[in-house]
């Protein structure tokens, strides 16, 4: 058995796109390219997780399943995704 990988980054490993009233993931577009580069990690491992953060409702618990496996043209892992709501977000990102 290989050892697991885990990469933690601030942005998902995709993108979500509403098509015919329904979320779908759809490989990331990068503009600097390190999302496929860190998915290109995925080949060489038989177990991978993805942590990064969601953007959800304030005080909405569930909004979104917090886990979910992801198969792509890099491979199958688990992205675990933890909620933030906007003010969070604009914390993080906008106040130094």
């Known amino acids: ?22 979320t779908v993931l759809v490989e990331n577009k990068s503009p600097n390219g390190i999302v496929p580069a860190l998915k290109g990690f995925f080949g060489n491992v ?4 993805w942590v ?3 953007k959800a409702p304030a005080g909405k618990k569930g909004a979104f399943e917090p886990r979910i496996t992801v ?11 933890l909620p933030l709501d906007g003010n969070q977000v604009r914390q993080f990102y906008h106040i130094t």
Request: glycine share 8%; charged share 30%.
């Open 52 to 54: 990064a953060w969601k």
């Open 1 to 22: 058995m290989g050892t697991p990988l885990v990469i933690v980054y601030h942005r998902q490993p995709y993108e979500e796109k509403v098509v015919d009233g329904r």
């Open 71 to 81: 198969e792509d043209s890099y491979g199958s892992y688990e992205v675990a995704r």
């Open 46 to 49: 038989e177990r991978a997780t």
